[in-house]
């Protein structure tokens, strides 16, 4: 640690102890070492022992079937001209837990690593792809105007006046575009996620944070991944629904999802929900969202969001990426409203990701969804390379149990 981390640590655990909130140096404490190897697999699975969370009180009493037929999973893939076993893949991307659903069956479920299948697995940034659900359904519901989309963040929430998402649109922030200037890399101990993390750990609004960052470039410019964006989401769904966000989840996604487990959900110390990354949910319940979207927004039959905002949301409608992405692993990807394009997409495949491997892939046409949970410290080398690897290896399986079937 540089002398200048040292020092930003060291006024933050001496304002905390003037205050004498023990509690917060302490959570202080196992933030900072979140991400240690010797304690980064238990941290993935119990995230409430770490920061502010609240419990999600979903009714779990009726899950949706998930039928299990296990089948066989591909020996390996070839991928950018190299061979990988699928046992290698698995190991070098750290896994977890993996569940692959074919035909709405289950046909290969695993655990790795000392973890079980009723851990709750943190989805980081998988949760914005929730996030958009939610919205999506407001506006099918109609109580959401359509027209929101267009209107000014600033215009539905007066906090963000005169602030970097002054003249940012709601359309804007769903496609990663609002031009806020934001620092998205995990590995500096100063940039503006991890300072995002110090005021989950320590106490602080998330909406205050929002409400101090800048503007970079002109919205609509380009795809710039700005987690911050999603929280801004959040915000205006609250403004416009009067109302607090998680009941809203219950009410619109979670009750409907019928999962089986009870989640939870990070919290600032203000109680409001880290809806940009603090979902844990089980592996299971994970893909009962991919078969959400597979199912064009349907459980059972049931309509849930609509095939409408489902289509809208996995389609290619986010500007260019960020010049210097262009060439990299990242900038092949493409974005729609908080999910994600692999390259040369077909016709609805998509996925939600977070950090550290967390993938929820879907490709609807051929009825197979994978979820997978992972502890890949190796997730930014490249520029992005292994989520690649990632998606080559989902196709690869996607196209093994096609031909199979």
């Not at 609240?54 to 999973?73: A, K, R, V, W």
């Not at 977890?96 to 851990?119: C, L, N, R, W």
């Not at 995990?186 to 800048?214: H, K, P, Q, W």
């Not at 390259?343 to 929820?360: L, M, N, S, T």
Request: glycine share 8%; proline share 6%; net charge negative.
């Amino acid at each position: 640690m540089s002398l200048a981390q040292l020092s930003d640590t060291a006024t933050l655990v001496l304002r905390h102890l003037v205050r004498l909130d023990f509690a917060g140096i302490k959570r202080l404490g196992r933030v900072n070492k979140l991400f240690a190897p010797d304690k980064i697999v238990h941290n993935f699975s119990n995230m409430n022992e770490l920061l502010y969370f609240t419990d999600i009180q979903t009714n779990t009493n009726n899950p949706s079937p998930l039928p299990s037929q296990p089948h066989d999973m591909p020996i390996g893939m070839t991928h950018l001209g190299q061979s990988t076993a699928f046992d290698e893949w698995m190991k070098r991307r750290a896994l977890t837990a993996m569940v692959v659903i074919k035909d709405s069956t289950i046909v290969h479920e695993d655990y790795f690593q000392g973890t079980a299948p009723d851990d709750r697995r943190i989805s980081w940034s998988m949760c914005k792809s929730v996030t958009s659900l939610l919205l999506g359904a407001l506006i099918d519901k109609g109580l959401v105007d359509p027209s929101a989309l267009d209107r000014k963040i600033s215009d539905i929430v007066p906090r963000l006046v005169g602030t970097g998402y002054h003249d940012v649109t709601l359309r804007n922030v769903l496609n990663m575009a609002s031009g806020v200037a934001f620092n998205e890399d995990y590995l500096d101990y100063n940039s503006d996620i991890n300072r995002m993390g110090r005021v989950l750990a320590l106490g602080g609004s998330m909406d205050e944070f929002a409400a101090g960052l800048t503007t970079d470039i002109a919205p609509n410019t380009y795809n710039h991944y700005v987690s911050i964006d999603t929280h801004v989401i959040g915000m205006a769904i609250r403004a416009l629904m009067n109302t607090d966000i998680l009941p809203l989840f219950i009410t619109h996604i979670f009750d409907p999802l019928r999962i089986e487990t009870p989640p939870f959900i990070m919290t600032d110390s203000m109680g409001e929900p880290f809806v940009l990354g603090g979902l844990n949910m089980t592996t299971r319940d994970y893909a009962r969202i991919g078969l959400l979207i597979a199912n064009g927004g349907t459980v059972d039959g049931v309509r849930v969001v609509s095939k409408e905002w489902i289509t809208q949301s996995t389609t290619q409608s986010a500007p260019p990426p960020l010049p210097e992405k262009i060439g990299t692993p990242e900038g092949e990807l493409g974005y729609g409203y908080q999910w994600w394009l692999p390259p040369h997409a077909v016709a609805g495949e998509c996925f939600a990701i977070g950090i550290y491997g967390q993938f929820i892939y879907i490709n609807p046409d051929e009825n197979v969804v994978i979820a997978i949970n992972s502890t890949d410290v190796n997730f930014k080398d490249g520029n992005g390379a292994p989520a690649l690897e990632n998606i080559a290896m989902f196709r690869t399986i996607t196209r093994h149990l096609n031909n199979a079937g």
